[in-house]
């Protein structure tokens, strides 16, 4: 069994930066395509980044030059760097695993993490 386990969110002032981690447990974890959505109040749940086996990395427009996706395959983890935080970043991260790039951006998930809550509010 796949597990998925965040850590790192928390209430940060406008301006400030988090890293988000996400410890990968049960598979081998270099197969994976990784990726980070993120779900607001109201709001759909959105991939705002994603990282090939290989280390090809993907982010939409809303959040380029902020956030930064990297995986560590010794480590079985992948992190999310998001700097310049803003209000409308506030949301539950989800970490998540699939066979490809193109599968997280078209909603094939294989394995999600249970969510780690990002506040940014003075």
């Known amino acids: 069994q796949v597990q998925l386990v965040e850590s790192g969110g928390g209430l940060v002032q406008p301006g400030g930066s988090l890293r988000l981690s996400c410890a990968v447990a049960?598979?081998?974890?270099?197969?994976?395509?990784m990726g980070w959505h993120r779900q607001a109040p109201g709001k759909q749940r959105e991939l705002v980044a994603g990282i090939s086996h290989g280390g090809t990395t993907y982010y939409p427009d809303s959040v380029k030059g902020r956030f930064t996706i990297s995986r560590d395959n010794a480590k079985n983890t992948v992190y999310l760097q998001i700097n310049n935080l803003k209000p409308e970043d506030t949301a539950v991260y989800y970490c998540?695993?699939?066979?490809?790039?193109?599968?997280?951006?078209?909603?094939?998930?294989?394995?999600w993490g249970q969510g780690t809550q990002v506040t940014v509010s003075s």
């Open positions: 049960g598979s081998i974890f270099s197969v994976y395509a």
């Open positions: 998540n695993a699939g066979w490809s790039l193109a599968g997280l951006r078209t909603g094939h998930i294989e394995y």
